[in-house]
Each structure stands twice: as structure tokens, then as C-alpha cells.
């Protein structure tokens, strides 16, 4: 159930509804908006009694949710949710730009990459320390050696670092000293991961599984919402089909679908989204002229060298003309996706 507050009401009377919530033993998150309040419940079973809340001073409506979803729908909070992360934001006017390479390898490798990647412009620095690898016996990451040149990076260049926690104790250490979280595809459906990164104070970037349906997606951002935290970044980074000229078959079109349901910011991955260097420019453009909010993208000084995923890693001067040929296509199309999300919004 969700409940929308009047315009007009008080800070008191949302509290009023807030505590009366938490009374009944459920949880209430209350999301402020541009013009109204409006506050989601979870934690019921069943369906809640409305008419208890109908005539509380200040509410305006009160809605039952028959839609799978609670906290990331357009219904909870009708603008766009811009996360912020320092004095960075995604989901806002920038685009975002999170690059790096897809494991840090060594301090060397890592502060070449991380100096390309902030001379492009880019606020946002990725490189995984615990890689999740599909053999056993692939490279592993570096770990806590990987993490101490993350931190190093983020001091040396005031870039924001964005890494994967596979596990729990992750993300310990990465509240030590992080920005975001990221959860991969791997870990979409890891449901104590996704728990445990919403009661972090960090955004989580949720990439979608590789076999998830849209439903099955946004769902697991719930899991995240559910438990306080509302900074979720959607990452479409491909999933599995037929294909074999691609790696990942990247579906441009659940960000049109996205925004017609949630208010979370969405972005594309199109390194893991094809898995070749050469297409990974091609389908960036795409991306932001479908209206992503923001591209991961994987660099490697050396992608012939490079421990995991070399074959779609760009280089630094083909990263630095990604960089300028995306962020033409976000001028040029940004007042067209942004008509096009309020006339396709669901009533
Ligand atoms: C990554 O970003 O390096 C990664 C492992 O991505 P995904 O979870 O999308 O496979
Ligand atoms: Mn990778």
C-alpha cells in the first residue's frame, strides 16, 4: 500500500502517518517529492486496512499496489531519483561515466587507467578487487592489495571508486572508505548480498542478472529498497541468448521500459554488453541516445596483457573519443528522451 500526502500537509502529519506504521509492526518509507510525500509500506503478508489511514490529517489518497513492485515505481515518487555521490550525481543532468579496467591488476596498471579516466571527465573510477570468475582457477583479483590501490586512487585523483562486493564482508570495508557498491550480474539474486547492501548508507549499482527478466531486475533493486536504502543505480549490461557474435546480447530497450516503471537511475554497460572492444563504442553511443543515464565502461592500459576481459577493454585514446562522441550524442538527445519519459509515463 502506499500512501500520498496533500501538498499541503505538514512535516507533522507525515510523521503522524509514519509513526501510526510503524505502530501496526510495518515499515514506512517515506520518499519527499517535488510536490507531495509519498510514503511506501513493506513487511505486510497480507493487504494492510486502509481506511485506519483515509482520514488522517494530510493524506490525500491512499493506494493499494497491485503491481509486484513497492518502492521503485513512478507511483512511490513520480520524479526521476538523482543519486548523489559526493559532489558527483547519476540520474541527473550529467551523464555519468564510470570507467576503469575490469580487475585492478596492479598499482601501475591501475593509476595509468585511472589518469585517463579522469583527464576524460569522467567523475567515476570502477575496477574490481574480488573478481567473481566463471573458472576457478581464472585470476581471482587482488583483494585487500586491490583495495588499498582502489583507496589510493581515490585520494590521488578525487575520482569517486565504484567496486563489486561478492560477499558480505565486502562491503564492510568498502563503507570503510567507498563510494558505491556493486552488485554483478552473478549476484543479482544473492538475496542476504542484496540485504545487506541495503542497510549500507553507500548507492548500490545493481547490475541485471543474465538471465533476469525486467520483473525479476527491479525486484532485486526491492530487496535493496526495502531494507532503507534508496540510492540504487540499474546496470544493463546484456543477458544470455542465442547470439554468438556477441558476448551478451545488450537490451537497449529495457531502458525505455525502465523508465516507464521506476524513478531509479539506469545506465549501460556496453563492455560486458557485447564483450569486443570494437563494439563497445557503437553501442555506448546508443545507450546514451536511448536515454541511460550514465555508461560503465572497462580500460586497460594494456588490453593485451590485461588479466580478465582484455578482449573488450578499450584503450585510453579510445576510451578519451568514446567519451567525446557520447557526451555530443547526451546534448543533442536529452531534450527528446526527456519528452519522450513524461508522454510515456503509466498513468
Ligand atoms: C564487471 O563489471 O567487471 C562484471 C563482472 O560485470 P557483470 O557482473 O556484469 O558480469
Ligand atoms: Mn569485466
Keep these: 500500500m502506499l500512501i500520498v500526502m496533500k501538498p499541503s500537509a505538514a512535516p507533522k502529519e507525515v510523521e503522524a502517518v509514519v509513526n501510526l506504521i510503524q505502530q501496526i509492526g510495518l515499515r514506512p518509507h517515506a520518499m519527499p517529492g517535488a510536490t507531495r510525500t509519498a510514503i511506501g509500506i513493506t513487511g505486510n503478508q497480507g493487504p494492510v486496512e486502509s481506511r485506519r489511514f483515509e482520514n488522517l490529517p494530510g493524506v490525500a489518497e491512499v493506494i493499494r499496489v497491485t503491481k509486484p513492485y513497492k518502492l521503485i515505481t513512478l507511483d512511490l515518487r513520480p520524479e526521476k531519483t538523482v543519486v548523489r555521490v559526493g559532489n558527483a550525481t547519476i540520474g541527473g543532468s550529467e551523464l555519468a561515466i564510470i570507467a576503469g579496467p575490469c580487475a585492478i591488476e596492479s598499482r601501475e596498471q591501475a593509476f595509468a587507467v585511472a589518469e585517463a579516466v579522469q583527464e576524460s571527465g569522467a567523475r567515476f573510477f570502477r575496477g574490481g578487487v574480488w573478481k567473481p570468475r566463471t573458472s576457478p582457477y581464472a585470476f581471482q583479483g587482488l583483494g585487500k592489495e586491490g583495495w588499498s590501490i582502489m583507496t589510493a586512487i581515490r585520494d590521488a585523483f ?19 572508505y567507498g563510494d558505491v557498491i556493486q552488485i554483478g550480474a552473478r549476484n543479482m539474486q544473492n538475496f542476504s548480498l542484496l540485504r545487506r547492501a541495503g542497510r549500507s548508507r553507500l548507492p548500490v549499482l545493481l547490475k541485471r542478472g543474465m538471465a533476469a527478466t525486467l520483473e525479476e531486475w527491479l525486484l532485486a533493486a526491492e530487496y535493496i529498497m526495502a531494507e532503507g536504502n534508496y540510492n540504487v543505480i540499474l546496470c544493463e549490461r546484456g543477458v544470455r541468448t542465442f547470439t554468438q557474435h556477441t558476448r551478451n546480447t545488450l537490451d537497449l530497450a529495457s531502458v525505455p521500459a525502465i523508465r516507464r516503471i521506476s524513478h531509479l537511475p539506469v545506465i549501460v ?55 567525446r562522441e557520447v557526451c555530443a550524442i547526451r546534448e543533442a538527445t536529452a531534450p527528446m528522451v526527456e519528452q519522450n519519459r513524461t508522454e510515456t509515463k503509466v498513468a
Excluded at 158 to 176: C, F, S, W
Excluded at 288 to 304: C, F, K, S, T, Y
Design 158 to 176: 578525487g575520482l569517486r571508486i565504484v567496486t563489486e562486493a561478492l560477499e558480505e564482508p565486502h562491503i564492510d570495508l568498502i563503507e570503510q
Design 269 to 323: 554497460d556496453p563492455s560486458h554488453g557485447t564483450g569486443s572492444a570494437y563494439m563497445v563504442t557503437p553501442l555506448a553511443r546508443a545507450g546514451v541516445a536511448v536515454g541511460a543515464d550514465g555508461l560503465m565502461v572497462e580500460v586497460h592500459n594494456r588490453p593485451e596483457l590485461a588479466l580478465s576481459d582484455g578482449a573488450q577493454a578499450l584503450t585510453p585514446p579510445e576510451y578519451a573519443q568514446l567519451v
